[in-house]
């Protein structure tokens, strides 16, 4: 028995596979980088636009959060030659999960907070809500609803600071996240790759990748519901840890309600200039 307990320790962790630095035609079966403690991670590379070019590999990440990042993905993460980390987090979910990172980090990290302060109340509902069990009358999809459209018009400040922080890497690897990185990180990805030129059928099918990765990476938590908050705080707390393509689409929804059109709200709501999008284009596009 000790020798196999010997032998279990010493096994070594998996390497994880990054896609670009692969052959082209293998990089896609490894957009999702398989870390040990962070969850859904994943290049937004080789996605393609309505015009023929392509998101560069190795340049866009998106994450869950990196609060249980284990030693070997600390190697992993200095390997990607990061310039930046965006936080999307509030000051509550850094208090609660505060990121463990490479020490010395090697990359800039910026804290643009999303759903915090006065909004910080929406959050506080479901925390009340899982501490009492108490979910009568809650619509777990109502709730997401409501979240993506705030985040079309009410969080713009916060989503034009992380594309001017996009811009500021001139093409230079970023990764972005949240908690679960989906609802922040799935919204600012779906914009990025919207002013990339990628087609709407491509970045829904992006954001719904988080259904099966946010889920896997939040297991534990849910299991733990489960068992001792009972079925009906477990399921719907696994619809909010999940995404729908509704989602999404109501923040679009919103955007062309109130700024008319994408555009629009590109130039006026982001306040990206024709330059600003063409340097976009120029450093992230191949």
Known sequence: MLVSLGVIQFIPTPTVIIPADLPTAQREAHRVLKFEGVANFRDLGGYRTTDNHSVKWGKLYRSGTFSNTSRSDL???????LSTLIDFRSAAEKQAEPNVLPDPTGFSVVEIPTLDGGNQAMVGEVMQRIESGNFEGFDPNHFMLEANTQFAHKFTPQFTQFINTILDAKGSPVVWHCSAGKDRTGFSSAVLLRILGVPQSTIIADYMMSKEYALAGRKNEIRMLRLFKGDEVADKLTVLMGVEESW???????????????DNYAHSGLQ???????????TLLE
């Open 75 to 81: 190697v992993t993460l200095q390997k990607l030659n």
């Open 248 to 262: 999404i689409q109501a923040a679009f929804d919103e955007i062309d309600r109130q700024w008319g059109n994408f």
């Open 272 to 282: 990206l200039s024709v330059e600003d999008i063409a340097q976009l284009k120029s």
